[in-house]
């Protein structure tokens, strides 16, 4: 039976937006000032951290001066003309971007645009009032994103680290499976393996929001030493994506091995592929077993065997037999740090739930 995907329509940041919105139209129905440059700016301004937010506020502020000051001068000259909106959207990303304001250029340019068909005859009035309302909206939307659910991606980080970890051991295992089929590499893996890669940098990146959302929320020395533990699993699961890479792009040869060494092999591959996808990262027996097999055929290699290996349009000094022990071996390496890692982060989430 096919499972119904459930969608997430609203999340913090969606709610957030319209809660900054309806602050920043209250405040600016209050004043009777006109709430539409405030609205834009304040939606723009929603951030995923309180650290961007207050970081991209001083670049939007004087980006914002700096659109709403052409609008005036150039209102003046054309009027409401078509002159007006494209020298007011021209030279406020020039400006934007000679100052590098790069952050405030959407905001200033929007707000210069609209401001044209506002401006009437108390220029120097409508410039100050869209000052105004600019900082009504940069304002509101700081504070909302700082007081009303604070970004915490930890969950998200620790759930991206476990898929990520699956994943790159089912690409190892569909690698594996094709050396001995004697087939070249799929397509779809490597686009499977780019889209890994693309997922460890989106995981990083959310990593460093949770860093930086640190520095304006307390928190506990158990988060901190958590997000240490994950951020050291990712830093090893970029690695493991370098290795994995190196043999999903392994040029196509038929492979000379025995029998015995391509089951011992796939044997391999298996008891790694069930390593990464177990979340408890227990040391099998049988993992080390065949990494230790793996590791004898490796360093009983006949020297031979790397002979420089020619054909028409290559040469390789290093043999592709040569380069999948090396790779599975180093691979075993860094999931032997994951399961030290684990074993640490276990010790120590242990001993904090004895002493609570």
């Not at 001083?58 to 001066?65: E, K």
Request: with cysteine; aromatic share 10%.
């Amino acid at each position: 039976m096919m499972k119904i995907k459930r969608f997430t329509f609203v999340g913090g940041r969606i709610i957030k937006t319209g809660i900054a919105v309806f602050l920043t139209a209250f405040i600016c129905h209050i004043l009777n000032w006109p709430a539409m440059f405030a609205v834009i700016t304040a939606i723009v301004t929603i951030e995923p951290t309180v650290a961007d937010s207050v970081k991209k506020a001083f670049v939007r502020f004087p980006a914002s001066v700096i659109g709403a000051a052409l609008a005036v001068l150039f209102t003046f000259l054309f009027g409401d003309s078509p002159y007006s909106y494209a020298l007011v959207a021209l030279s406020t990303i020039i400006a934007c971007h000679k100052l590098k304001l790069h952050d405030g250029t959407l905001v200033a340019t929007l707000t210069g645009v609209a401001m044209i068909s506002t401006v009437h005859d108390h220029y120097f009035a409508s410039l100050f009032i869209r000052l105004g309302t600019t900082s009504i909206g940069l304002i509101v939307s700081t504070l909302v994103n700082f007081f009303i659910l604070p970004p915490n991606y930890s969950k998200t980080i620790s759930n991206e680290i476990q898929l990520l970890l699956s994943k790159t051991g089912e690409i190892l295992d569909k690698r594996a499976k094709e050396w001995f089929h004697e087939q070249p590499v799929d397509k779809k893996l490597r686009q499977d393996f780019q889209q890994l890669v693309k997922e460890i940098d989106k995981t990083e990146t959310v990593s460093q929001y949770q860093k930086e959302e640190w520095k304006y929320h307390r928190v506990s020395r158990k988060e901190i030493r958590l997000f240490h533990y994950g951020f050291k699993k990712l830093v090893i699961i970029r690695q493991l994506a370098y290795h994995t890479g190196n043999l999903v792009y392994l040029p196509f040869y038929q492979l000379k091995m025995d029998r015995e060494c391509k089951e011992l092999i796939l044997c391999t591959v298996a008891s790694i592929k069930s390593m990464l996808s177990d979340q408890e990262f227990i040391y099998k027996e049988d993992f080390h077993e065949n990494m230790e097999k793996v590791k004898t055929v490796f360093t009983q290699q006949n020297p031979k065997e790397d002979e420089m290996i020619s054909t028409p349009d290559h040469h390789h000094l290093i043999s592709p037999e040569t380069v999948i022990l090396y790779e599975l071996l180093s691979i075993h390496d860094l999931i032997d740090e994951l399961c030290r890692i684990k074993t640490w982060e276990k010790k120590y989430t242990g001993v904090r739930a004895m002493s609570q």
